[in-house]
């Protein structure tokens, strides 16, 4: 009964340092992420650099690393909780496997002295020999056998135990190494994100003495998204109206080929998992409504979302699909829609297309290379995910968006 809880015991700890394992490398992956972003942040800021910015431009992009740096902070600090987590419970288990390693020597040495004595004083053969009948003569023999074999074991557990408490003490050393080294990177973002948000509360006072201004210039971007967007509905609900010419009864949605059915299947089956489309970059603004980060009482509609990357970048397709159409924009940009079954994945402020209308696209091919502002320096791909007429949110779809 004994043997089967250690047994039990040592299951449930193997389950947990599993679990443990799993949760670290999760964690590991997320902060590595997040440092990527910071140093991509930091790489695009620096392409602006030279670039004379409104107060309000100062803060959009000292937003922009607070919040990757916040981000990256907690992430420090939940792995650092864990390693704290998962060295408590190497020393805990040190403690024990010491006490367990000190008992099974001591009863390891009893053993060979009761053994060394018991040869002193009768021969393995004289024990034998007095036996009464060769049934006991036997069981004797099979006792002697057993005792040397509990011997044996009994060494053996003893070494293994011993390598278990060497390898116990090299991980504890290793994970209080991985932790002060995270501890060390914290307490320097801790200390950067400071300077930083120093730095807004200045920038914070030089916006609101222009909150008007900048308001008007806000409500005025937001009505020009607007037009675009019925531009894009009314060129999406075309391409439905066309593909269900006719048929006696309308449809709100694209009358799909067998092909085109398999086609939208393979997309949703890769809900959360198509590519970025871009090769690099990081997401400036979200999908739907929100209120502006500073200027009160404004509340910011994005139809998809906002991507700024390197200056040269090219956008890409996130799924095998067809070129629907391409459109002029405001301020002689293009934009492309790829057509995935029903599925319909848009990309604007594009300067320059590699693609005409019914291409077939396959996953990541080049479509056109992303527009530089000649002004702000920026490049931002604004792109869009939409079901027939549904506007969908990107970061259900996109990998990690």
């Known amino acids: 009964m004994m043997r089967f809880k250690h047994i039990l015991s040592f299951f449930f700890l193997m389950i947990s340092l599993t679990v443990f394992s ?6 590991e992956a997320q902060r590595k992420a997040l440092q990527q972003q910071v140093s991509q942040i930091k ?7 030279s670039v004379k910015k409104t107060a309000l431009e100062q803060l959009n992009d000292l937003n922009l690393q607070i919040n990757a740096e916040a981000k990256l902070i907690k992430a420090f600090t939940a792995e650092a909780k864990l390693l704290e987590s998962k060295i408590t419970a190497n020393q805990k288990e040190i403690s024990a496997l010491t006490e367990e390693l000190k008992t099974l020597k001591k009863d390891y040495a009893n053993m060979i002295y009761k053994s060394y004595k018991s040869k002193s004083q009768n021969s393995r053969i004289m024990f034998l020999l007095s036996s009464e009948n060769f049934n006991q003569a036997y069981k004797r023999l099979q006792y002697m056998k057993q005792y040397t074999d ?22 504890l050393k290793v994970r209080k190494s991985e932790k002060e080294k995270l501890v060390k990177a914290r307490k320097k973002a801790q200390q950067q994100i400071e300077i930083k948000r120093k730095n807004q509360q200045v920038v914070v006072a030089k916006v609101k003495k222009q909150e008007k201004k900048y308001s008007t210039q806000i409500k005025k971007k937001q009505r020009e998204e607007r037009k675009v967007n019925a531009q894009i509905d009314k060129i999406i609900s075309k391409a439905i109206a066309k593909s269900n010419k006719g048929k006696t009864k309308k449809s709100s949605g694209f009358a799909m080929t067998a092909e085109a059915k398999l086609l939208a299947k393979k997309f949703e089956a890769n809900k ?11 997401v400036t603004r979200r999908f739907g409504k929100q209120p502006h980060p500073t200027i009160p009482g404004i509340i910011v509609e994005t139809a998809g979302v906002y991507i700024r990357t ?19 924009l405001p301020g002689n940009r293009k934009g492309v829609y790829v057509r995935h079954g029903n599925y319909i994945s848009f990309y604007a402020n594009l300067e320059t297309v590699f693609v005409k209308t019914g291409d077939v696209l396959t996953t990541k091919q080049k479509i056109g290379k992303i527009y530089t502002d000649k002004i702000s320096k920026k490049t931002i791909l604004k792109f869009q995910l939409r079901k027939n007429l549904q506007r969908l949110n ?8």
């Open 272 to 282: 959360g998992k198509l590519p970025w489309p871009i090769e690099k970059g990081v």
């Open 43 to 49: 790489k695009l800021l620096s392409e602006t650099k």
């Open 394 to 401: 990107p970061a259900s779809w996109i990998y990690k968006m």
């Open 310 to 328: 390197e200056n040269g970048a090219n956008a890409r397709a996130i799924f095998n699909g067809k070129v629907m159409d391409i459109i002029k």
């Open 22 to 27: 799993q949760t670290q490398k999760e964690l």
């Open 150 to 171: 509990f011997r044996k074991a009994q060494g053996v557990q003893i070494s293994k135990k011993t390598s278990s408490l060497v390898v116990l003490n090299d991980t």
